[in-house]
């Protein structure tokens, strides 16, 4: 069983930049990928990116590649999401998720453990 806590949501204007973290109970066993979802109103859970424990690759959703990087800190057990040139389409819930297949698996169904989520709020 892995627990998982966001932090770091919040209101930014567009154009600006917010980290978010995950801080996972457990990377050892019961998970060997990190991955970040977003939720708008209204709309389908979508993959955002995700990482690998142990070698630290990385994968990323077309719709923030260039703009969002995804890194771990192993020590801490932390999986970091940090945005830069955000937008108001970028406003949502955003989820972090483990799970223990390995491979670019962007679907929400295949992630074992889910956060409880943290806002990100963007105004144009």
């Known amino acids: 069983q892995v627990q998982l806590v966001e932090s770091g949501g919040g209101l930014v204007q567009a154009g600006g930049s917010l980290r978010l973290s995950c801080a996972a109970s457990?990377?050892?066993?019961?998970?060997?990928?990190v991955g970040w979802f977003r939720q708008a109103p209204g709309k389908e859970r979508e993959f955002v990116a995700h990482?690998?424990?142990?070698?630290?690759?990385?994968y990323y959703a077309n719709s923030v590649k260039g703009r969002f990087s995804i890194s771990r800190d192993n020590a801490k057990n932390t999986v970091y999401l940090q945005m830069n040139s955000l937008e108001p389409e970028d406003t949502a819930i955003y989820y972090c998720?483990?799970?223990?297949?390995?491979?670019?698996?962007?679907?929400?169904?295949?992630?074992?453990?889910w956060g409880q989520g943290t806002q990100v709020t963007v105004s144009s």
């Open positions: 998720a483990a799970r223990t297949s390995l491979g670019r698996v962007t679907m929400p169904s295949a992630y074992n453990y």
């Open positions: 457990d990377r050892t066993g019961s998970s060997n990928v």
């Open positions: 990482i690998t424990w142990r070698a630290g690759s990385t």
